[in-house]
């Protein structure tokens, strides 16, 4: 923290990065694991020993062995095979709820933010609304009405979550609405849109950063909630929440890694999300570390 | 005396337009989004004529202002509908319920309460201790846990390698008798019938799913503790009453937590509605039965009423909590006065 050092070459950015994993090494173990989750979301299913979905019935519930390092399922399928494909749906449906909660939260909150009035207090309302629901129990009744598919779980997800980026965004634009810079840019000749787009939003670029990745956390256990209560995603495919649904059945008869291993994954990805958050945090705000 | 109630008054006016909120998005999802309902309504066997009966049964054929209209009325009657896997309505289903999930709740969060306040405590005055990086862990991790993992790694450890558990199957084994229905609390009723077998039998079925409850909302309100005591304990008034000499216990307790409460209960808002939330997923886990896996059965079952109707339920029950956290601010710190919103 003290040794801070006073020549600043090259990108200052990225010797601050370099300056906060040195610091934190738990945040460069988190970026780590970050890029293993993005390999086996991209790879995964070419990297895997066995084909995810095949069944065989002769060696079905077996301990975790040589053969199948994470155990086999009541249908013979190999867990570990398992696990790593469901990386992918995991981390898209998390990916896609949290870019369009991003994107339609930046519009609405930039937007209240800079104008202000009845547009603000009634977007303020309709947040509220939305947040005076138990959210997880809102994702429920949405994707119950919107039919039961996975499209329906991103959609549930994205809205639950957009109150969080809109607010942060308010936030921001509104304290610079009248900043020198905001005014400056507006007497040179630039509108009311190109002003609030390219002037003002980016400066709540980096809150919103931290904000997703703390929220992508949240958005794979919400999916893999409403999975686990048998919404959404099929039951062939392999998905975490799924997974653990079906491994809960055999929990009490002792096969414990049939639940077990995709709970963990679950639990490291949300990890990973929530130590990256902290990590970008530091990174972008060092007066709000803990 | 006046100046004192009308606060109160302006937050009870307040949440007006939140119910009325909360009725227009579960409106709007049981009737205005695409898919027929009337279709999901009239069943899988449903021919083209059932179908266009229920539709008129339900005022489907009418606009939407005056549909809205029919549902707020029979919402003020305490018509939920009736839900098509029990064949009762659907109010009735989710009281007899409500208590079962309440228990749980609570019992929850008096138990988190209790370990995260003092560990959130602690963790501030011996700050950088081995009990302060433990709040950390405890906090990181507590955020990370899936409460449906968490509750069956419990289930294995606690069930079947160490046998202390009962097995994860409801409120009470079949061996008691169900206690006397006061408040629908077992451990209450059980408490009130004198009944001590009932009582140990009911809280050892709800140690469990109480403990995965409550180690989900350890982290925040930890969290939230540390933070509120760090600034209290850096403010001046405490400085001030160290210099005069005040016992140290006295200033911990008596100046420092007493401020720190205030954002803690802010907190506890909050958490109410991830609890109510990993409610649902805890109950499946443990077959509880609450409103939670009412609702989840109904998911299942596509019936529609009975989870619309247990939407609305949980959005009511969490603006209610939220009222009643607010209004517990004039009681903790008196120069809270609403209107300032």
């Keep these: 923290m003290t040794d801070i050092t006073p020549r600043q070459t090259g990108n200052g950015m990225l010797t601050h990065l370099g300056h906060v994993m040195r610091e934190n090494p738990v945040t460069a173990l988190s970026f780590g694991l970050f890029s293993c989750f ?11 020993p066995y084909d995810p979905l095949a069944t065989n019935s002769a060696r079905a519930l077996e301990a975790p062995s040589a053969d199948h390092w994470f155990g086999t399922d009541q249908l013979g399928r190999d867990v570990f095979s398992r696990v790593i494909v469901a990386t992918r749906l995991d981390l898209t449906i998390s990916v896609l709820a949290v870019a369009i909660s991003f994107v339609i939260g930046s519009v609405l909150g930039a937007v209240a933010g800079y104008w202000g009035g009845w547009l603000d207090s009634v977007l303020n309302r309709i947040l509220d609304t939305i947040m005076a629901f138990p959210l997880f129990v809102l994702a429920m009744g949405i994707v119950a009405a919107l039919g039961n598919t996975v499209e329906n779980i991103i959609y549930a997800t994205a809205i639950i979550n957009i109150p969080f980026y809109a607010r942060v965004v308010r936030a921001e634009v ?24 390219f002037h003002i939003f980016p400066n709540a670029l980096p809150p919103m950063m931290v904000q997703v990745s703390l929220n992508m956390g949240w958005a794979i256990l919400n999916a893999a909630g409403l999975s686990f209560v048998g919404l959404g995603v099929r039951p062939p495919t392999p998905e975490w929440g799924i997974m653990v649904a079906e491994g809960a059945n055999f929990i009490i008869s002792g096969h414990w890694w049939v639940a077990l291993f995709p709970g963990l994954w679950l639990m490291l990805a949300v990890f990973t999300f929530n130590l990256m958050g902290d990590g970008l945090r530091d990174l972008v705000d060092p007066r709000r570390r803990t | ?74 919402l003020l009657q305490g018509d939920l509908g009736q839900s098509i896997a029990t064949g009762r309505p659907v109010l009735t289903d989710l009281a007899t319920r ?30 950088g201790s081995w009990i302060d990086h433990l709040c950390r862990v405890l ?19 606690f069930y079947y390698l160490l ?44 140690a469990l ?36 000499g005040l016992p140290p216990r006295k200033v911990l307790f008596g100046y420092a937590l007493r401020n720190a409460l205030l954002p803690v209960v802010t907190t506890l808002g909050m958490v109410f509605s991830f609890v109510l939330g990993a409610n649902v997923l805890v109950e499946k886990v443990f077959a509880w039965p609450g409103i939670g896996s009412y609702a989840v059965e109904a998911l299942v079952q596509s019936d529609y009423a ?9 959005a009511l029950l969490f603006v209610l909590i939220n009222l009643i956290i607010d209004l517990s601010y004039t009681l903790i710190d008196p120069r809270i006065g609403f209107s300032s919103k």
């Design chain 2, 1 to 74: 005396m006046a100046t004192r109630w009308l606060p109160i008054l302006w937050r009870l006016v307040q949440t007006i337009p939140v119910v009325i909120g909360v009725v227009i998005i579960s409106f709007v999802l049981t009737r205005a989004l695409p898919g027929d309902p009337a279709v999901q309504f009239a069943g899988q066997m449903a021919t083209a004529e059932s179908i266009e009966q229920v539709r008129v049964a339900l005022g489907l054929d009418k606009s939407l202002p005056q549909q809205f209209l029919i549902y707020c009325k029979a």
């Design chain 1, 38 to 48: 993005v390999l086996q979301a991209f790879f995964g299913q070419w990297l895997v």
């Design chain 2, 306 to 314: 009975a989870v619309q109707g247990f939407v609305l339920a949980m």
């Design chain 2, 209 to 244: 799913p109480a403990i995965t409850l409550a180690l989900f909302t350890l982290a925040p309100i930890a969290r939230m503790t540390r933070a509120a005591m760090l600034t209290a304990l850096s403010s001046d008034y405490i400085r001030t009453a160290r210099a005069a």
């Design chain 2, 98 to 127: 409500l208590p079962a999930s309440l228990e749980l709740t609570l019992t929850a969060l008096i138990l988190s309460c209790l370990i995260a306040i003092p560990l959130g405590v602690l963790a501030a005055v011996r700050q």
């Design chain 2, 163 to 206: 046998g202390w558990a009962p097995s994860p199957l409801g409120r009470l084994d079949f061996i008691y008798f169900d206690p006397p229905r006061v408040t629908g609390f077992f451990l209450i009723d059980a408490a009130l019938d004198g009944d001590l077998r009932t009582f140990t039998g009911a809280a050892k079925q709800l």
């Design chain 1, 174 to 197: 509104n304290i610079r609405r009248e900043a020198g810079f905001a005014l400056a840019a507006r007497l040179s000749g630039n509108g009311h849109m190109r002003t609030l787009a």
């Design chain 2, 139 to 157: 906090v990181t991790a507590g955020v990370s846990l899936p409460t449906f993992f968490t509750g069956i790694l419990l289930i294995y450890v």
